[in-house]
């Protein structure tokens, strides 16, 4: 079992792509810890750096409270499953699981009896004397864990163990590696794309974009109460409503977020009242999920959006409804282009510095320490703006008709508001 933490760690490409922007975290013994981003945002890089796999070109990384930067990956007591884990063709499954120790030179009655005890829990005991070429995808993968995780190391890392594998045979195994990495006690990092995966897997989530660490916390934490607009959008099954408003207080009696055609009073007894104040005639934006909007009576008195809907979509388990209603939709702040990393470390702009300032909350210790904030706030519209439709959860009957007129209650309590560079205004309580 072993602690690994990264501090301000980044990797620069031959070339110049930075692909991974000073992370900062710590996975606490036998944690399991998912890395969960994009294709491309790095994870596989941050992962291949905890392997010994990739150099670290900058910041530092303990294993174990060992500084480990320069650690040889035989030194480091860490196994490793990929996507396609590739097995001994020539050997049996037993031969497989059992050739890590057979290399240490174990007591082959000791390794005989771990291979079996390991073959049950990963459900393979009955495929031991067979060769990787007549088992299942599913099976390889069982096997390529086994053979991992046999000589008890003291961190293990998953790069998308799962997926290339079909749905259903990733449910299952999915629910088997968390029960076995828990019941062994290992810290394990796991990477993945898949949202899912992460919020069902993980005791908590790292998320990142661009090389950059976005959120950190547990699924409900980073679900609930996202720290930047890129982990809430990414995180909802629906496609998140990101709307464009600006902050204004009426003869200072409430405060209102106007989004042009329609506006949204919120009371000074609203908890995040006064941060929002802070604000006042700039614009920011506000995250809605479908599941907050709904439809309401004439004779709702609550805040509302009222529009046209232009069409219905059936999900099987539910309808969305598209509402024309004339506000202005936000795209998702991003970092800046990771190939800025040519110009050097440290060069990233005001956006990434505004979404550290939120994660610098998150992440306990002073692992933060050194890190420049910037000095000069810029009033800075990153993302572009359009017309677009306000999409609402109806349930699982379409209580409109597409071309009706649409009065959509709003949930104000729900309403996720962010910087324009994507941090959010009222940080996460964690
Ligand atoms: P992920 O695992 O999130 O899909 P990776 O860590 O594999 O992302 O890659 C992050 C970025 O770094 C990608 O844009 C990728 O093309 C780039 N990259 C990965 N390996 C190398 C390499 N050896 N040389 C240059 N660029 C690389």
């Not at 980044?10 to 810890?33: C, F, H, I, Q, T």
């Not at 990393?341 to 939120?358: E, I, K």
Request: with cysteine; aromatic share 6%; net charge neutral.
């Amino acid at each position: 079992m072993s602690t690994v933490v990264l501090d301000n760690v980044s990797k620069v490409y031959p070339g110049g792509y930075l692909a991974v922007d000073r992370m900062s975290l710590r996975a606490e013994n036998g944690e399991l810890l998912v890395l969960l981003g994009p294709s491309g945002c790095g994870k596989s890089t941050l992962l291949r750096m905890i392997a010994g796999l990739e150099e670290v070109t900058e910041g530092d990384l303990w294993l174990g409270g060992t500084l480990a930067n320069d650690l040889a990956p035989r030194d480091r007591d860490v196994a490793m499953v990929f996507q396609n884990g590739a097995l001994y063709p020539h050997r049996t499954v037993r031969g497989n699981i059992a050739f890590p120790l057979e290399i240490a030179k174990a007591d082959p009655v000791m390794v005989r009896e771990r291979v079996t005890e390991l073959s049950k829990a990963l459900h393979i005991d009955e495929t031991l004397e067979r060769r990787p070429g007549t088992l299942s995808g599913g099976q390889r993968q069982r096997v390529a864990m086994g053979r991992a995780i046999v000589r008890q190391p003291s961190l293990f890392l998953m790069d998308e163990p799962l997926s290339n594998l079909d749905a259903g045979m990733r449910t299952e195994l999915r629910m088997e590696i968390s029960s076995l990495v828990r019941s062994l006690g290992v810290t394990t990092i796991y990477v993945t794309h898949d949202q899912v995966e992460a919020l069902t897997l993980a005791d908590r989530i790292a998320i990142m974009n661009r090389g950059v660490l976005q959120d950190l916390g547990t699924p409900g934490q980073v679900y609930n109460d996202p720290a930047t607009a890129f982990t809430a959008a990414f995180l909802s099954s629906q496609q998140l409503n990101l709307l464009a408003a600006t902050v204004r207080t009426p003869q200072n009696q409430f405060i209102l977020l106007d989004f042009g055609p329609h506006q949204i009073m919120i009371p000074w007894t609203d908890p995040r009242a006064y941060v929002i104040s802070q604000h006042v005639g700039h614009q920011i934006i506000v995250g809605l999920r479908p599941d907050c909007l709904a439809p309401v009576p004439d004779t709702f008195e609550g805040p509302t959006f009222l529009g046209r809907v232009r069409a219905l979509e059936y999900h099987g388990h539910e309808w969305l409804a598209y509402v024309e209603s004339g506000l202005t939709s936000v795209a998702v702040p991003e970092p800046p282009d990771p190939r800025r990393g040519a110009s050097g470390l440290g060069a990233s702009p005001l956006a990434v510095g505004r979404v550290r300032s939120v994660l610098r909350r998150l992440v306990p210790g002073n692992l933060f320490d050194g890190d420049a904030e910037p000095q000069q706030e810029q009033e800075q519209v990153s993302g572009h703006h359009r017309r677009a439709d306000l999409i609402v959860r109806l349930g699982s009957r379409p209580v409109w008709r597409a071309g009706e007129s649409a009065r959509v209650g709003v949930d104000v309590t729900r309403l996720m508001l962010f910087t324009m560079d994507g941090a959010r205004i009222d940080p996460p309580q964690r």
